[in-house]
């Protein structure tokens, strides 16, 4: 069974930092794509960056610049450094991954969500 459990959110000023964590587990061998998403209130989820195993990388218009996607294929986790954060940036945000191995060879096609974390900026 996969889990995904992330953590770093919080509260912040705007023009402040946060970093999120988001650690992979259920005898997962290697991911191909992990990203992160968030949802505002009253506002549809949106893609925030993704990073595949080749290193691509994808990120919203919002926050290229401001906004890092890395990841430890080791420790199977993915981190997203959040800097200069705007109140606009406030939103519950998701950890998702895509086209798992697994210990053993079995290759899993399907996504994964994690719970979220919320974080919010002050102005």
């Known amino acids: 069974q996969v889990q995904l459990v992330e953590s770093g959110g919080g509260l912040v000023q705007a023009g402040g930092s946060l970093r999120l964590s988001c650690v992979a587990s259920?005898?997962?061998?290697?991911?191909?794509?992990m990203g992160w998403y968030r949802r505002a209130p009253g506002k549809q989820r949106e893609l925030v960056a993704t990073l595949t195993t080749g290193r691509s990388t994808n990120y919203a218009d919002s926050v290229k610049g401001r906004f890092i996607i890395s990841r430890d294929n080791a420790k199977i986790t993915v981190y997203l450094q959040m800097n200069s954060l705007q109140p606009e940036d406030s939103a519950a945000y998701y950890c998702n991954v895509a086209g798992l191995t697994y210990i053993g060879g079995f290759y899993d096609p399907s996504d994964y969500w994690g719970q979220g974390t919320q974080v919010t900026v002050s102005s």
């Open positions: 259920g005898r997962i061998r290697s991911i191909n794509t």
